[in-house]
């Protein structure tokens, strides 16, 4: 019997073109073995909270104001003036600053780490805050005679550096940038709508737009810092919604230090028809800006808020039109990327109504390169499925410090391997959430790696003291949700 089954595969072989195949499917299996599959998904560099300081060197920022931004790596790569140290610690004091932003050595560093670990990517994407902290007092400050046309000049240089450092860095590759709420020419959570700055910095953040839609970008940008832009054609049929949403603060302000509601208005307004069009389109949209909707559970927390006493919790921003316009569009909506807490975090914004019928949108909020609030900087690496434009997978690259001073940068974490789940969306984090609502004490590795990845420089015993609070402001954007899930009626 085994004599007979042998001739048969003798015979077999002998037949034309069959051995050629076998040897085929054995050489292509024997590579596979070889060399391990590439990552799936299209590469992209996410930053945020970039905070460039170019007051780091005082000496230095006559020169800055007087020469273009294309002219400031130059000046800024110059050796440190002698006095340098003294001189910033005097400027800092005299600004009441908080902590140290990004050096230019700091971005230098960032920089070269980014070139490093971030080869391929086919965009990048900055979520706000591009420069320092108390950055007009600092100007005003060192430049003491200095007009408020001069100031806003100034800004719009800083922008334009840290915006064009990233291009450098990576020649070819688009960057697409949303203001925050420091990226202004009159202070902090203060901006005017249909400004010259607005129209300045426009010019600078568009730059990267397709041809046939930068135009529009720059006119839309100059109204009130947003944009739509398609992106890359390896994802298809996508595209990438930039907002302002400074506008839409409880601090905000309008350069008179009045209170202006019609731009965040008319803001939401352009969002809601650029996703209506967009859906009408099958097209796919990640929506970016810089102070993410919902509720702020650490300033909740540290402020002694008790929501089930009848306190009203913290919110990011001054209502839920923002989070409850992206909730209704979770069909449409693949991502929603944010920042401003300086720490890596994540959010879904769950619809109101459950009749929607679509599930919610998955918001990843970028840490910051600034070091300012003690943390060690870092950026993300995330990879696209291209079919559906969510989130495959992304990695936490961190410093070893925020000196700049023989620092190293390696992986901080992999959301993938850390948390088990297929892919970052919308499904995935509600259950990664879920487990983590069932552990209160935070006992489980997947909790313990939060809270350690959380704040870079890990701070995991602050966000364990109110964690399964913290928890509740993950999957509930309303006051009303975030009350019903921090105080669950009592039998």
Request: include cysteine.
């Amino acid at each position: 019997m085994r004599a007979n089954r042998l001739g048969g595969v003798f015979h077999l072989l002998a037949e034309p073109g069959v051995l050629s195949c076998i040897l085929l499917f054995v050489a292509a299996r024997a590579s596979s073995w070889a060399a391990p599959a590439p990552e799936a998904g299209v590469p992209v560099l996410m930053t945020s909270d970039i905070h460039f300081e170019p007051f780091w060197d005082p000496a230095k920022a006559a020169e800055l104001a007087a020469a273009p931004a294309a002219k400031w790596k130059a000046i800024l790569a110059e050796p440190a003036s002698a006095d340098r140290e003294q001189r910033f610690a005097d400027l800092e004091q005299a600004c009441h600053a908080r902590g140290v932003d990004t050096s230019y050595p700091l971005l230098a560093s960032s920089l070269e780490a980014m070139r490093a670990n971030a080869g391929g990517i086919k965009f990048i994407t900055v979520s706000g805050d591009l420069i320092s902290h108390s950055f007009s007092c600092k100007f005003k400050t060192v430049f003491p005679e200095a007009s408020a046309a001069d100031l806003s000049t100034f800004v719009e240089k800083t922008v334009e550096f840290a915006v064009d450092s990233l291009r450098d860095t990576f020649p070819g590759v688009p960057v697409y940038a949303a203001l925050g709420n420091n990226d202004t020419d009159c202070a902090d959570y203060k901006l005017d709508a249909n400004s010259k700055f607005l129209a300045a910095a426009g010019k600078a953040i568009a730059a990267d737009v397709p041809a046939d839609e930068r135009s529009e970008a720059e006119k839309d940008f100059a109204a009130g810092g947003y944009f739509s832009v398609r992106l890359p054609a390896l994802i298809r049929d996508a595209r990438l919604v930039v907002l302002d949403d400074l506008f839409m603060a409880g601090r905000y302000l309008n350069c008179a230090d009045k209170p202006d509601e019609a731009a965040a208005a008319a803001q939401i307004s352009w969002l809601k028809h650029q996703l209506e069009d967009a859906r009408l389109k099958r097209e796919k949209v990640w929506v970016m800006a810089h102070i993410p909707p919902g509720v702020d559970p650490y300033s909740t927390a540290i402020n002694g808020k008790d929501i089930c006493a009848g306190a009203e919790p913290q919110m990011f921003l001054s209502s839920e039109d923002l989070a409850d316009t992206m909730a209704g569009f979770g069909d449409v909506i693949r991502l929603g990327i944010f920042a401003h807490t300086h720490m890596d975090e994540m959010r879904v914004l769950e619809p109101v109504k459950s009749s929607q019928g679509h599930g919610g949108v998955a918001v990843k909020m970028v840490a910051s390169i600034s070091p300012i609030d003690g943390n060690n900087p870092s950026f993300t690496i995330a990879r696209v499925d291209p079919a559906t434009g969510n989130l495959t997978d992304y990695r936490v690259i961190a410093a070893s410090d925020g000196t700049a001073i023989d620092t190293k940068w390696a992986e901080e974490y992999d959301y993938r391997e850390t948390y088990q789940e297929p892919s970052f969306s919308s499904a995935s984090v509600e259950k990664l959430t879920a487990r983590f609502k069932a552990d209160p004490q935070a006992d489980s590795a997947e909790s313990e790696a939060y809270l350690r990845n959380y704040f870079v420089k890990d701070r995991s015993l602050a966000l364990r003291l109110f964690w399964p609070q913290y928890v509740c402001a993950v999957l509930n954007h309303t006051e009303d949700a975030y009350r019903a899930c921090v105080c669950p009626a009592k039998p």
